[in-house]
């Protein structure tokens, strides 16, 4: 068990190497750094002076180390466009993405599992082939217009809901947050939505293939036979073996999430990181993309490092080793 | 105590309904073993699935009478089903290792059935299971019971099986191929299991299955059944060891014989193979060509070794011995029998021999030639002609995207035998015609034919390369016993005529008998013995097979036709 | 017919369900008309001199300022809406097919030699697809499309968008094949049809192409059906947020991106109307992939 925790850290910590090479690749191959961060004005030798003091002419392998240094220690350099430490460029930027995914993961999954499992205990209902159609329409329906049509009803036609921004946020320390205030609710209730669809039918499907699997296998069959009581067949023994595979994908699901919500925040101005990204790639600023894309990394490989481990903590197969 | 009468099943189809099991009959009293035999698609299953309202959908019951007791089992609504369920009737399944549910300790699944039957306290509950776990015979029952089932060996596994089936006390069990995934040794005890229990607990057993030996073994009655229909039923002695219906008689042919050496099965005429009179171009293109000379197998201290799984930071996996200190001849001309039960390693010969698997030591020579293995053999290398296999599983040995004519033309083309696209299209067909198929099958995909066809077909391939040596891993063991006696008939007529050297590796020692010129007794990965077969399997020396031998279900003698 | 029919399951299933039989009209008939639509467009929207700012924001025909010259309605600078309809889709269809084509040959080729030889070859390629997959595909897209900027001189940026954007695609898609290629392989390598294949000595490229092959298709045409779906929803994404496709050449993408203008304002129709097409022909795709899916994994209907 610690080898394979062992195993999926070494794993881990070599994508995030990949990811940061990726990054420093960016940075020092597209474009010219120098180039970009001084004017029209600076004369070639200031240029050259500043090449040699940023180490640019040392050898490649040791700028990567350098650039590798330089991020775990925090220090993820200057933005082009604005000149500030992108550092607390992303980190102002964090929260706003954070709770748009987290909510609009939590509605996919809380109303996509159940869902799942309905649709896969009744195949042949008339509500099941409902859903099926509507979550088949969901899917392709693209995040933007689903904002876009949100937007329309519930803010212009309607007038119940806030249709940009976050509204009312407070600070706690470093986090601003949009759940204690009315307001905040309010305004992410519609971006979490439009971002939480297209999960939401994703799991939906997901849970439903895996269930109709688990119960037509030999241990539902068999538990059938013996006449274990029908709610503890579908929730006790069929809902955690669906599980066990299902939570592998819910993991690689959240880059997703945080992938659709750059979509979300462009139709709902929501002031997180996507936004920031798109705007970086309007005007190539080079370290904020390379910056970000670290980030987003890092948070998809600490998910699913964590959904490695629920899965030790679900299945005794993992846990315990054979004795026979 | 259970009556089925006249019951029919039907499934929807396309093609309209269609009737798995017409007009099927027969009783149970409490304490009676009955076998229900059958070969592949004779509905025997489906029977059982009727009687405990688990038929796959959309199957239903279209007609008959079902009768538990004094419980009319067509007339219960689903609810009332489930709760008979386990409660009067219960179930075995063929596989232990997927009967369990992974993620629940043995002791839940216990408690949570006993529960759902019975209005008893918890602990009671629990102390019944220690109890029933110890009745079916698993040691330390009480810390046992807080393992997963994914810690205990197959036969354990099924005993807990038993334990959950019985632990209600139902008055009958349905018992689907309860040891057909088990080797002989723990097949034997959960028989003496399943006896026990119907002689003690008057539990009523249907003892589904194909194997006939089994049912020989253990059935007080037997009911024969074929293609959905019932053929005959009665006391087991009588129905068997005296048959008189075509079909039983027959079948009852077509089983071998453990304790001695016929020479061919007797074949009912139409379905008769007669592989010396047509293909005769193919035998003709079989016996040119240097065909005189048959070749010798050597194997000289093979071993082989898997890398184990690594578990551990610290410690390096240890390795994990497949075979070990294999050395063995297989004379030119004869057929070597590989006898093995699962994990003796006997696959992996065959795959090391053909260069599938690199062994970690020893020497293989053909016709006294090195035989170089896994990547160290060229793709052009002579021996890749020269031996050819057969495989166990028919319906995947065979692309299932390949016409038949593909399938065989390809050994012709790839070693340059036949250059000649039409030559090869009537050669092929003849080899057909020689392994006793229609010509017309070459134009067909291999789903359009059954096992024993696709077996024929496989075979045909495999001659086609013009082999010298033949290596048939299983050849029948997905076959039905009729299918198989013709098979073995055919793969003894080719050895003959051709003079191949085979190897013939199997689990089951009645075929090796019936086919083997020496035998090499095989348990995990290593050699037990080895001689020549009549010497094994009437003195054997080694406790292993003497064990083997002694545990394999016979047939009582006096049933000799 | 009907006996020729229930030959086949796909094909009894297919005519047994009234939704697919639809979706399969709908795509088939978009496909068609973008592919004519040089020939069938009332006006070629790329051309400035076959429409006029007198005709701007017309609405469509059943409404009572409609005219007949424009059955949908015209966009603000007079265009046609149909054409622009017409000609968007084929861009959108173009750069879908191209993407999810390159991303087969890539995704299936990787997946298939992987699970052909296993080893370390197998566990290069799948590190490559976990590096992937930590990168979402629109993210993926995006980036591509940011270098893209970051290198070419701007004039050849123009020349290259489609270009940029289906291999961009393309890169985010093909993990997908790769992934389900190599599982399939992986199962199929087991067979003993393969194991004949190669004790016989064939060719490694016969076993992959000849012999594997044709007997994974089945999951990965699904694959194709859907991530065609998914190429044309990015595409569009891309666009939409202003870094796909550019307003003189637009897809289906670019139109509701400019529609967006008249969210507000009462013409409705140069938002909606290209957003139906765009919906009417992803969804009959996805039915048509659902469709697949069910046939080829009868375990889930």
């Known amino acids: 068990m610690v080898y394979f925790i062992v195993k999926r850290l070494v794993q881990s910590a070599f994508v995030m190497l990949a990811v940061a090479f990726l990054a420093f690749s960016l940075f020092r191959f597209v474009g010219d750094p120098i180039t970009q961060m001084t004017g029209v004005e600076t004369s070639v030798a200031d240029q050259e002076r500043l090449r040699e003091d940023l180490g640019l002419n040392d050898p490649y392998a040791l700028q990567f180390a350098r650039f590798t240094g330089d991020m775990l220690k925090g220090d993820f350099g200057f933005s082009y466009r604005t000149r500030q430490p992108v550092a607390e460029m992303i980190a102002t930027r964090i929260p706003a993405t954070l709770e748009l995914g987290i909510v609009a993961l939590l509605i996919s999954l809380l109303v996509g599992i159940p869902a799942g499992v309905y649709t896969a205990l009744r195949p042949r209902g008339i509500a099941t082939q409902a859903i099926l159609m509507v979550t088949l329409v969901g899917v392709s329906i693209p995040t933007f217009v689903i904002g876009i049509m949100l937007i329309f009803f519930f803010g212009v036609q309607l007038g119940w809901l806030p249709t940009f921004g976050r509204g009312g946020t407070v600070r706690l320390g470093g986090w601003e947050t949009s759940f204690l205030t009315v307001d905040g609710w309010r305004a992410l209730i519609l971006p979490a939505f439009t971002l939480g669809v297209y999960q939401l039918t994703l799991t939906m499907r997901l849970v439903r293939a895996e269930m109709m699997e688990v119960m037509r296998s030999d241990y539902i069959r068999f538990a059938t036979a013996r006449g274990v009581p029908m709610n503890r067949l579908y929730f006790k023994h069929a809902l955690a073996n669906t599980m066990v595979p299902v939570i592998t994908i819910i993991g690689l699901q959240f880059g997703g999430v945080i992938a659709f919500s750059i979509v979300t925040e462009s139709v709902f101005q929501w002031p997180g990181m996507g936004l920031l990204f798109l705007e970086s790639i309007r005007f190539v600023d080079i370290p904020v993309m390379g910056v970000y894309l670290v980030v987003i990394a890092f948070f998809f490989v600490l998910v699913n490092l964590i959904v490695d481990m629920l899965y030790v903590v679900i299945d005794p197969r993992l846990r315990i080793r054979d004795v026979s | 105590m259970l009556r089925v009468e006249n019951l029919t099943v039907k499934f929807p189809s396309r093609f309209g309904d269609v009737t798995a099991v017409e007009n099927m009959a027969m009783a149970i009293a409490p304490g009676e073993i009955h076998g229900l035999v059958g070969e592949s698609g004779a509905g025997k299953s489906t029977v059982g699935a009727a009687i405990i309202g688990l038929l796959q959908p959309p199957g239903f019951v279209a007609d008959g009478t079902l009768q538990l007791g004094d419980v009319d089992l067509r007339a219960l609504d689903r609810f009332e089903a489930h709760a008979l369920r386990g409660k009067r009737v219960s179930m075995i399944f063929q596989d232990p290792q997927t009967s369990l549910n992974p993620l629940m300790r043995i002791e839940d699944q216990l408690v949570e059935t006993i529960l759902a039957h019975e209005d008893i306290s918890a602990d009671a509950a629990q102390s019944r299971a220690i109890d029933l776990l110890e009745e079916m015979g698993i040691e330390d029952a009480s810390s046992r019971m807080r393992s997963y089932p994914h810690q205990f060996s197959g036969g354990m596994r099924q005993r807990v099986v038993i334990a959950l089936a019985i632990c209600t006390n139902p008055e009958l069990i349905i018992a689907d191929e309860p040891t057909t995934a088990l080797d002989v040794a723990v097949q034997s005890q959960v028989l003496d299991l399943i006896r026990r229990l119907a002689d003690v607990r008057k539990v009523g057993f249907m003892l589904i299955t194909h194997d006939i030996g089994v049912i020989a073994q253990i059935a007080d009655t037997v009911t024969m059944m074929r293609r959905g229909k019932r053929i005959e039923s009665g006391p087991t002695a009588e129905v068997l060891g005296n048959p008189s219906h075509a079909y039983t008689k027959q079948l009852m042919d077509a089983v071998p014989p453990l304790d001695r050496k016929i020479d061919r099965f007797r074949v009912p005429k139409d379905e008769e193979i007669d592989a010396t009179g047509q293909g005769d171009a193919a035998r003709a293109w079989l016996l040119g060509a240097e065909r005189e000379t048959a070749v010798g197998l050597t194997l000289e201290g093979i071993a082989v070794s898997f890398p184990g799984v690594r578990t551990s930071m610290w410690q390096k996996p240890a390795p994990h011995i497949a075979l070990q200190d294999i050395s063995f001849v297989v004379r030119p001309g004869s057929i070597m029998g590989i006898v093995g039960e699962s994990g003796s390693g006997k696959s992996t010969l065959a795959k090391t021999l053909t260069g599938l698997i690199k062994p970690s030591d020893g020497t293989m020579t053909l016709a006294g030639a090195p035989l170089p293995g896994g990547g160290a053999r060229a793709r052009k290398h002579p021996s890749r002609q020269l031996i050819q296999m057969v495989f166990q599983d028919p319906y995947s040995s065979l692309n299932s995207r390949h016409r038949v004519g593909t399938i065989l033309a390809e050994p012709l083309w790839l070693y340059g035998l036949v250059t000649d696209k039409e030559e090869r299209r009537k050669l092929c067909i003849d080899m057909l015609r020689l392994v006793g198929m229609l010509p017309e099958a070459i134009d067909k995909y291999p789903h359009q034919f059954s096992g024993g066809q696709r077996q024929r077909i496989a075979v045909a391939r495999a001659l086609l390369a013009r082999p010298k040596v033949l290596i048939c891993d299983e050849p029948t063991s997905a076959l039905d016993v009729s299918i198989q006696a013709q098979l073995l008939n055919l793969l003894k007529d080719l050895q003959a005529s051709f003079g191949l050297t085979v190897l013939f590796i199997s689990h089951n020692l009645s075929v090796v008998r019936q086919m083997a010129d020496d035998v090499v007794v095989l348990r995990n990965g290593r050699i037990q013995e080895q001689g020549p077969c009549a010497t094994i399997y009437e003195t054997p020396t080694a406790e292993y097979t003497k064990e083997l031998l002694a545990l394999t279900p016979v047939l009582p003698a006096d049933w000799r036709p | ?301």
Do not use: C
């Open chain 3, 1 to 301: 017919m009907l006996a020729f029919i229930k030959r086949y399951e796909g094909l009894w299933l297919f005519s047994r369900s009234p939704a697919v039989i639809l979706a399969a009209i709908m795509a088939f008939g978009i496909i068609l008309g973008a592919i004519l639509a040089p020939w069938i467009a009332p006006i070629n929207p790329y051309d400035l001199a076959s429409f006029s700012l007198m005709d701007g924001l017309l609405p469509p025909v059943w409404d009572e300022f409609g005219s007949e010259k424009f059955l949908l309605g015209t966009d603000d600078q007079g265009r046609d809406m149909i054409s622009s309809i017409l000609y968007g889709a084929r861009l959108s269809l173009i750069i879908g097919i191209s993407a999810m084509t390159i991303a087969t040959v890539l995704g299936v080729g990787l997946g298939l030699a992987a699970g052909y030889f296993g080893g370390r070859f197998d566990a290069i390629v799948m590190r490559i697809a976990d590096i992937q997959l930590a990168l979402p595909a629109i993210l993926t897209a995006l980036l591509i499309d940011g270098i893209a900027r970051g290198i070419l001189p701007p004039e050849m940026q123009q020349n290259l968008r489609v270009t940029v954007l289906i291999i961009a695609i393309a890169l985010s898609l093909w993990v997908n094949f790769a992934r389900t290629a190599r599982a399939s392989t992986f199962v199929q390598m087991n067979k003993e049809y393969v194991q004949a294949a190669l004790i016989q000595g064939q060719h490694p490229l016969r076993v992959m192409f000849v012999h594997i092959l044709p007997n994974i298709l089945g999951p990965l045409l699904v694959i194709m059906t859907v991530d065609l779906a998914s190429a044309i929803l990015l595409e569009a994404t891309l666009s939409f947020l202003g870094i796909g496709l550019p307003a003189d050449s637009p897809s289906l993408g670019t139109l509701i991106r400019i529609g967006m203008q008249f969210l507000l304002s009462g013409e409705w129709w140069i938002l909606w109307i290209p957003t139906l097409f765009l919906v009417a022909l992803v969804v009959s795709i996805n039915v048509l992939g659902d469709f697949l899916r069910d046939v080829f994994n009868p375990r889930l209907r």
